[in-house]
């Protein structure tokens, strides 16, 4: 059965950091690609980052050179750090793996003075 776990949200200062994971398990991981997306009140959901198996990462403008997405492969979880974050970036964050129908249950983070 497979199985994503989301985790790591919370409530951030503007400029603050955070640290999001996602635990996989049912599948072979090292060759699934794993994408970040996020859904932000009364806006759709949008992708924010994927990273393949090998470790190539793909970012969506909005969180280019703020966010890094990375992956251990042995510990078969997946990360998403967020670093400089923005009010704009506050939304329920969802794991994937990338082209199927397997997701995290989401992990809110707000980002507030």
């Known amino acids: 059965q497979v199985q994503l776990v989301d985790a790591g949200g919370g409530l951030v200062q503007p400029g603050g950091s955070l640290r999001l994971s996602c635990a996989v398990s049912?599948?072979?991981?090292?060759?699934?690609?794993v994408a970040w997306h996020r859904r932000a009140p009364g806006k759709q959901r949008e992708m924010v980052a994927t990273?393949?198996?090998?470790?190539?990462?793909n970012y969506a403008d909005s969180v280019k050179d703020r966010f890094t997405i990375s992956r251990n492969n042995s510990g078969n979880t997946a990360y998403l750090q967020m670093n400089n974050l923005k009010p704009e970036d506050t939304a329920v964050y969802y794991c994937?793996?990338?082209?199927?129908?397997?997701w995290g249950q989401g992990t809110q983070v707000t980002v507030s003075a």
């Open positions: 994937n793996l990338k082209d199927s129908t397997y």
């Open positions: 049912g599948v072979l991981f090292p060759i699934i690609t």
């Open positions: 990273i393949t198996g090998l470790g190539r990462p």
